[in-house]
């Protein structure tokens, strides 16, 4: 094949575009893994916090009416935190 300069051509668009493709990748991914686990400070890597967990946010409502004890309230705290 002869050296007119076409071959050679293109390879300056791959050269410039894979990096910004690349970086844009680690982006997306960095921010959809930031949305669904992060640290809060003091614990380890969780889905969701306490205070974002439904049923958690149930129970403290229910223990704040005052339709349960605080030994319930209690007990069932713990069997959440499994």
Known sequence: MPWDGWAAGPWWVF?????IVMLLVM???FTMCRQVFWVRPGRRWSPRPD???P?????RRRF?????????FEEKR?????
Do not use: T
Request: aromatic share 4%; glycine share 6%; proline share 3%.
């Open 55 to 59: 049923a958690f946010e149930i129970l």
């Open 51 to 53: 205070d974002e967990d």
């Open 27 to 29: 982006l997306i991914g």
């Open 78 to 82: 713990r069997l959440l935190q499994r």
């Open 64 to 72: 704040a009416s005052g339709e349960i004890a605080e030994q319930e």
């Open 15 to 19: 050269a410039i575009v894979m990096p």
